[in-house]
């Protein structure tokens, strides 16, 4: 990816947003836990899900995201519930997606409602993608090509 605006990925531990790293910038996928706060690439944010499952730690997000041009709300289809609330994204007072993530491990209906999940958080724009399929990155990708020119 070669977008001028950073983006910071916040959602649960194991939601997919390393991998979701690794495929935007065309890396090999291999699993690795995020520990800490990571830089990808100068314009990718990777934050470890902890930060956002430990409300103790949430407020390292918010001080992370003031980097950031855009927040990315990473929920995983077949994740029962959320741990955004509803308005979240108010939170960071700048423009907010989400990405679905493991679409291939879900339902119609899970899909659905994790799609739900982020509207109600705040994501104005929803892409669903699969990693394992190797789908849904493309309009993505062309997403954050288009929001460098704005």
Do not use: W
């Not at 007072?93 to 982020?118: R, S």
């Not at 892409?127 to 704005?150: A, M, N, P, R």
Request: hydrophobic content about 35%; proline content about 3%; some cysteine.
């Amino acid at each position: 990816m070669t977008a001028k605006k950073r983006i910071i990925l916040i959602g649960r531990s194991m939601a997919g947003k390393t991998t979701l790293c690794q495929y935007i910038n065309q890396e090999d996928l291999k699993y690795h836990k995020t520990q800490t706060i990571e830089i990808i690439n100068d314009n990718i944010i990777d934050t470890p899900g902890e930060y956002l499952e430990r409300t103790h730690l949430r407020g390292a997000l918010i001080v992370t995201a003031a980097d950031a041009d855009l927040i990315v709300l990473v929920q995983q289809a077949d994740e029962e519930g959320t741990m955004f609330p509803p308005g979240y994204s108010s939170t960071f007072a700048k423009p907010c997606i989400g990405v679905v993530t493991k679409n291939d491990l879900a339902t119609p209906d899970q899909v659905e409602a994790a799609k739900q999940y982020l509207r109600m958080a705040g994501a104005r724009d929803i892409f669903v993608t699969s990693s394992y399929d190797g789908t849904g990155f493309e309009e993505l990708i062309q997403f954050f090509k288009g929001e460098e020119k704005e």
